[in-house]
C-alpha cells in the first residue's frame, strides 16, 4: 500500500513493557495507514467489475481511502481500513457494487464474483474467516 | 565563589530558576507562591534570563503549557500552591505519563475546603499518586539546593519523570533565612544541558506524543512509569552525591537528626522540621535519647532505608500535614507503618507507633508541642495504649 517506512514494526498488543515507546510516543507520522481498521466492518462492499464504467463518482465519497485509483481508473476495494459504510454503493450509478453482511461471507462473494483471493493481502488485519467467528 | 545571602524560600526558588535559565516558564499566581514567578518574569524583563514567560490563563494551562513545551524538547518549569495545584491535577498525570521531565515548585499550602491560604501538604499529597518525583524542603536553603538538583533527577535517561519541589507556605516562603547561593556559572555547570532524545521539534524525526492508549497498552504503560520512579531512587541518589561533591552539602532520602542511639522518635517533613530538632535538643539536653527523621524524597517512598532507620526506636511518632482521610491517619502514617510491616514479618524488631495530624491551615507547631509528643512516646514504649493516629493541638 505505501513505501513508507513502518517506525512501530514490532511494537503491539503483544509487546511487553520494555518492549512498547517511552511514554506511548508513536514514532513517524501520517502512520494510521500502517493501523488496520478493516476488522471493524461488520457489512462488506463487493466491486463488479463488469458493471463499473469507471465514471470515479464512489472513490471521492469514500471516508477511509479505501478504492485505490490508478491510471485514471479504479481497482478493487483495499480492505484494510474499509468499515462498510456502504456509501460508495449508494452513490454508484450503475450498480456496480453491492453490499453483503458479514466479512468472511464478503470474501466468499467475492471470491465467488471474481474468482480471486480479493480480501488476501491485508497485512496485520486478523484473518477474515477468525474475525467473522 | 558562592555567596552568603538572607532571603526568602520565594526568592531562593527564583533564584534558582534564573540560575538554571530554563527555557520555558508557564505560570499562574496563587498564594503564597506568587511572587515565584513575578520574581522571574521580572528577571525576563531585567534581561538576565532568556526564559520564555507564558502568562497562561489558569494553572490547568500552565501545567498543559509546560507539557508542550517539555514535549517540543526544551526545559519547561513551573510553579504553583493549593487549589493552583488542585487545578493541574488532570495534566499532572499526563507529564508523568508522557515522560516529560518538568519540574514544578510547589508552595504547600491547605486545599480550599474552608478556604485558607496556609502552610498544610493536602496540595502535594494529593498528587502523590500521579507519577512526579517529590522532593520536600525544610528551608529556603534546601528548596533552593533542591531545585538546582531537579531537572538532573528527572531528566536522567532511565527516569523521565516530573519533579515536583516543595517548601512549606509563607513559614518557609515568605520567611527571610541566611541562605548560599552558589555562583552562576558553578550552577549552569551542575545543571548541564537538555539533550532528549525525542521531541516534537526535531525536524529529522516525527513524532506523536500522548496518543490514545487502548486496553492492551495502559498497564504497560504504568508498569514503565513504576519503573521509572524505581530508577528515580538511583538519581535521587546521584545527583545529590554530586551536589554534594560540587557544593558540600549533603543530601540523602531522608536527614537522621540524633538517631544513631535514640530510642524515641519523630518522622516528619519540611519546615516543623526545625521546630523538632530544637525539641530534640532540648531533650538530650535531659538525657532523653530523642531523635528526628526529616524525609526528603517521599516519591519514590524510600521505605526500605526508612525502616531501617527507624528500626531501633523504642517509640515513633509518624506526622502528617495533612489528613487523607482514610479514618486511619493520613499518608505519612499509612506509608511508614507498611515500610514497617516488612521487617515485622521478617521477625525483625519494629517500633510502636503512633501517629498524629498536625499544623493542618497553617497552625502553629511548637517546640511544646514536640514535648507533648515525645512525653507519650515514652509511655508507648512502656505499655500505654496510643490511638492509631490522632489530632495534635486540636481544641477538645
Given at each position: ?8 514494526e514490532?511494537i ?58 490508478s491510471g485514471?481508473?479504479?481497482g ?29 461471507d464478503?470474501r ?13 493481502g ?12 | ?57 489558569s ?8 507539557i ?7 526545559r ?40 485558607n491560604?496556609?502552610?498544610?501538604h ?5 498528587a ?17 539546593d ?7 533527577i ?62 492492551p ?21 546521584e545527583?545529590s ?6 557544593f ?11 538517631m ?21 535538643d ?9 531523635g ?21 526506636l ?61 512525653g ?5 514504649a ?14 477538645e
Amino acid at each position: 500500500m505505501s513505501e513508507k517506512k513502518n517506525l512501530m514494526e514490532g511494537i503491539g498488543e503483544r509487546s511487553s513493557w520494555t518492549g512498547i515507546t517511552p511514554g506511548g510516543f508513536v514514532y513517524g507520522s501520517g502512520n494510521s495507514e500502517f493501523f488496520n481498521t478493516g476488522d471493524w466492518r461488520t457489512r462488506t462492499p463487493v466491486w463488479k467489475p463488469d458493471n463499473c464504467r469507471q465514471c470515479l463518482l464512489c472513490f471521492p465519497v469514500c471516508p477511509d481511502s479505501s478504492i485505490p485509483v490508478s491510471g485514471g481508473k479504479r481497482g478493487d476495494f483495499d480492505f484494510g481500513h474499509c468499515k462498510g459504510c456502504a456509501i460508495c454503493a449508494r452513490v454508484c450509478p450503475f450498480g456496480a457494487i453491492d453490499v453483503v453482511d458479514g466479512i468472511a461471507d464478503a470474501r466468499e462473494a467475492q471470491d465467488g464474483l471474481n474468482g480471486r483471493e480479493a480480501l488476501s493481502g491485508q497485512g496485520g488485519q486478523p484473518t477474515r474467516k477468525g474475525a467473522a467467528e | 565563589m558562592s555567596r552568603k545571602d538572607r532571603m526568602s524560600g520565594n526568592q531562593a526558588a527564583a533564584t534558582a530558576i534564573r540560575q538554571i535559565n530554563p527555557d520555558v516558564i508557564a505560570a499562574f499566581p496563587i498564594t503564597p507562591s506568587t511572587e515565584i514567578p513575578q520574581y522571574v518574569s521580572s528577571f525576563k524583563a531585567d534581561g538576565l534570563i532568556d526564559t520564555e514567560f507564558i502568562a497562561v490563563e489558569s494553572e490547568h494551562s500552565a501545567m498543559s503549557a509546560c507539557i508542550g513545551a517539555s514535549a517540543a524538547g526544551v526545559r519547561a518549569m513551573t510553579a504553583t500552591s493549593s487549589a493552583g495545584m488542585a487545578l493541574m491535577y488532570e495534566m499532572l498525570y499526563v507529564a508523568a505519563s508522557d515522560r516529560l521531565p518538568i519540574v514544578l515548585t510547589a508552595v504547600n499550602r491547605a486545599l480550599t475546603g474552608p478556604i485558607n491560604i496556609n502552610a498544610d501538604h493536602s496540595d502535594s499529597m494529593g498528587a502523590r499518586d500521579s507519577g512526579w518525583i517529590q522532593l520536600y524542603s525544610e528551608n529556603a536553603q534546601e528548596a533552593y539546593d533542591n531545585l538546582l538538583m531537579a531537572n538532573r533527577i528527572g531528566e536522567r535517561r532511565d527516569v523521565m519523570l516530573p519533579v515536583m519541589v516543595c517548601q512549606d507556605g509563607f513559614i518557609t516562603s515568605h520567611g527571610i533565612e541566611n541562605i548560599i547561593i552558589e555562583d552562576d556559572g558553578e550552577v549552569k555547570n551542575f545543571v548541564g544541558e537538555y539533550h532528549p532524545e525525542k521531541y516534537l521539534l526535531n525536524p529529522d524525526e516525527s513524532l506523536a506524543v500522548g496518543p490514545y492508549s487502548v486496553s492492551p497498552y495502559v498497564i504497560e504503560m504504568k508498569r514503565a512509569v513504576h519503573e521509572a520512579m524505581v530508577n528515580a531512587r538511583d538519581a535521587v541518589k546521584e545527583v545529590s552525591e554530586d551536589f554534594e561533591r560540587t557544593f558540600g552539602r549533603e543530601y540523602g532520602f531522608f536527614e537522621e537528626y540524633h538517631m544513631d542511639d535514640a530510642e524515641y522518635g519523630v518522622l516528619l517533613m519540611s519546615s516543623a522540621a526545625g521546630t523538632g530538632k530544637d525539641a530534640v535538643d532540648a531533650l538530650r539536653g535531659e538525657g532523653v535519647k530523642a531523635g528526628l527523621v526529616k524525609l526528603r524524597m517521599f516519591r519514590p517512598f524510600p521505605a526500605d532505608e526508612l525502616a531501617d532507620a527507624l528500626a531501633g526506636l523504642k517509640a515513633l511518632a509518624i506526622m502528617d500535614r495533612s489528613d487523607g482521610f482514610s479514618a486511619t491517619g493520613g499518608p505519612l502514617n499509612a506509608e511508614v507503618r507498611a515500610a514497617l510491616y516488612g521487617r515485622a514479618c521478617a521477625g525483625l524488631r519494629v517500633p510502636k507507633a503512633a501517629g498524629y495530624i498536625y499544623g493542618l491551615g497553617g497552625r502553629d507547631v511548637r517546640v511544646e508541642d514536640f514535648h507533648t509528643i515525645f512525653g507519650e512516646l515514652e509511655e508507648l514504649a512502656v505499655g500505654k495504649e496510643l490511638p492509631y493516629c490522632r489530632y495534635l493541638g486540636v481544641r477538645e
